[in-house]
């Protein structure tokens, strides 16, 4: 299965509602990506966490992580009509090496599609 | 602002040619990937490079081979397409930043295999 793995699949709000998205992982990782994506579009990245971070806001976003439970959590608070997209994770697992760098291999998940009705 | 250009967003090809799709970033990154998108499967990494002329095998190599002469572009290549390589394809880079290396997309090339 998925490396990183998003829950749910999918989520319907009214505007000014706050979204919550989480994903799974399975290894190790150096840092955890969240990219959104519009309709037809390629992916656009929005925050990253490292692994030793637990928390990290960006604007109307806030995103958690929890490497014991393996697990972060993307929070849009206040969502608007133009946040409706489809949000994935995206892992950069730690190489088994000394250094445990990788060259920057992510593996994403399936994805959340967020419809935020106005 | 970082730049990655496909040269198609759409493509319709036949079963059998050999398809070429180019990516070109202006940031001089050192890696370059491709992906393709289909629904229910997210997104899966078909190869990667991290230099010129380098190339690594992602999760699902069989039936592409990729080209990376310069270090802003980087080739994907179909040696002789099928319908079941009808998909979204997605070029990316990203700097080699230890720890830190978001990836920058392109817009896509939704191609059709007949």
């Known amino acids: 299965s998925q490396q990183g793995e998003e829950d749910p699949q999918a989520l319907s709000i009214q505007e000014g509602e706050n979204a919550t998205m989480n994903c799974s992982y399975k290894?190790?990782?150096?840092?955890l990506q969240w990219y959104r994506q519009n309709s037809g579009r390629g992916l656009v990245h929005l925050i990253l966490?490292?692994?030793?971070?637990r928390e990290k806001h960006s604007g109307r976003l806030r995103v958690t992580l929890d490497t014991s439970k393996k697990s972060s959590s993307l929070l849009i608070t206040a969502s608007r009509a133009a946040d409706t997209a489809s949000y994935f994770c995206a892992t950069d697992a730690r190489l088994p090496n000394a250094g445990g760098t990788s060259y920057g291999k992510l593996t994403f998940g399936q994805g959340t599609i967020l419809t935020v009705h106005p | 602002d970082v730049k990655v250009t496909q040269s198609s967003r759409y493509l319709v090809k036949r079963t059998g040619e050999k398809v070429f799709l180019e990516c070109v970033q202006d940031m001089d990154h050192e890696n370059m990937f491709w992906y393709r998108q289909d629904p229910g499967l997210g997104l899966r990494l078909i190869y990667f490079s991290y230099d010129v002329k380098m190339k690594e095998k992602g999760d699902i190599p069989e039936g592409y081979s990729v080209s990376r002469e310069k270090k802003e572009r980087f080739s994907l290549i179909l040696e002789s397409a099928s319908t079941n390589q009808t998909s979204m394809y997605l070029c990316a880079s990203s700097p080699w930043l230890r720890g830190y290396q978001p990836q920058h997309f392109g817009d896509g090339t939704r191609l059709s295999i007949l």
């Open positions: 966490i490292r692994s030793n971070e």
């Open positions: 290894t190790s990782i150096n840092n």
